[in-house]
């Protein structure tokens, strides 16, 4: 079977702006021990340029790339759904195995190269969701708040319960996330720089955790929250780009007004506290809420920027990565991989944070321009190709027909 689609740009576009985006926080994750993710004061230097860096990528992408993401993967459940239904082929048998090729791409890339991923959060997701898909509009936007909720309070709530807990327990259990100590840190660079089967002593035990305790207490209902409201934009038209432009105007100015304030105010919460324990759950909340806000802010700059026809070169080449998403995506892992871990270069704990703001750049530089050339030759990205060869148990066309 080889389905034929009609894409909508906008959301190419969106997802190009989406999978760059989340590679300025992914980054930490390469180069530094995993606390200094969570907290920057755990590791590096947060004085002049690094902490400047490290301010502006807080406040424009921390979880507001990953909440677009997260959207735009939400749309595209409704968008699959009702393509499929449309060309009389069985949605469920497709979705689901779409989904689960999903999750074992999500566990090879966890397990064998990167513990930070999401794509195995994303599958779980989707499967646990399908049956929500056709509930009203209304109803969507209740659960996403609803899951979006249950995800808060389970972090206050055990920030809470931190009180009962001995000073020997917090240590072991919650201090090696938040602040470890310096053999700890040392444990975990040594072991990124060494070879691939050494780096697995850490990257697997991580892993587990990741697509294990993190995602029942917070990935899966902030995912799946986001994949909800998602759902609702879709069905509204406001994703796609095709409502009225005072709605993108406001969701803008309520980005700016009330999500960016929030997540700036969370800031000067967290170093007025010196980043002590409670920066981790209750100081993470104010950029929880404000991320969501500063997300749709996101979405709807890039759809006014459409609406008004400009800069086309660069929403064409933002449309062109974000067709091949799943490719860039771990092409990103890939190359961090190669740059930071000891079967490559080994510089994980070596650069700073501006240092690793440069090497984003250039990784973005390399994926805007490789996107478009590798389109104008085939029809899919080398990954997309064999997902969707695997959904539909047959290889998919790729290469593009001449032209004559």
């Not at 997260?70 to 082929?89: K, T, W």
């Not at 090729?101 to 779980?124: M, R």
């Not at 990124?192 to 991580?206: C, I, K, N």
Request: charged share 10%; with cysteine.
């Amino acid at each position: 079977m080889q389905p034929t689609a009609q894409r909508i740009d906008t959301l190419d576009v969106l997802r190009g702006l989406a999978v760059l985006g989340i590679l300025v926080m992914n980054i930490q994750f390469f180069a530094m021990p995993m606390a200094a993710y969570l907290n920057p004061s755990a590791y590096g230097s947060l004085d002049g340029l690094n902490g400047m860096v490290w301010g502006v990528s807080h406040l424009l992408t921390d979880q507001k790339m990953m909440a677009l993401f997260s959207m735009l993967f939400g749309a595209g459940i409704v968008l699959f759904c009702e393509r499929a239904d449309a060309a009389g082929r069985s949605v469920a048998k497709y979705y689901y195995r779409r989904n689960l090729w999903l999750l074992v791409f999500g566990l090879l890339h966890g397990y064998l190269l990167w513990s930070g991923d999401i794509l195995f959060l994303y599958a779980v997701c989707a499967c646990l969701l399908y049956p929500l898909r056709n509930k009203p509009v209304r109803t969507l936007i209740k659960l996403s708040v609803f899951f979006l909720a249950v995800s808060s309070c389970l972090y206050l709530l055990t920030g809470l319960g931190l009180q009962s807990m001995s000073g020997e327990e917090i240590a072991a259990e919650i201090m090696p996330q938040w602040r470890p100590t310096a053999e700890q840190m040392s444990e975990e660079l040594a072991a990124y720089r060494g070879d691939w089967l050494t780096q697995m002593s850490v990257r697997v035990p991580m892993t587990q955790e990741m697509q294990g305790l993190a995602m029942l207490m917070w990935g899966f209902w902030r995912a799946g929250g986001l994949m909800l409201l998602g759902m609702a934009l879709f069905r509204t038209d406001i994703i796609t780009g095709r409502a009225e432009r005072v709605v993108y105007l406001r969701l803008m100015w309520l980005g700016l007004a009330v999500g960016m304030p929030l997540v700036m105010f969370g800031i000067f919460w967290n170093f007025n506290n010196n980043w002590q324990l409670t920066s981790m759950f209750i100081g993470s909340q104010f950029n929880y809420w404000g991320s969501v806000l500063v997300s749709l802010m996101w979405m709807a700059i890039i759809v006014l920027l459409l609406k008004s026809h400009k800069m086309t070169a660069l929403t064409n080449r933002l449309a062109a990565t974000g067709r091949m998403a799943f490719t860039n995506y771990i092409m990103q892992t890939l190359i961090c991989g190669f740059i930071f871990y000891g079967h490559g270069l080994g510089l994980i704990g070596q650069v700073e944070r501006w240092g690793q703001l440069s090497i984003v750049f250039g990784v973005w530089a390399l994926q805007l321009w490789y996107s478009p050339f590798w389109l104008r030759h085939f029809r899919f990205g080398p990954l997309e190709w064999l997902w969707r060869s695997l959904t539909y148990r047959q290889l998919q066309p790729l290469r593009r027909a001449a032209s004559t």
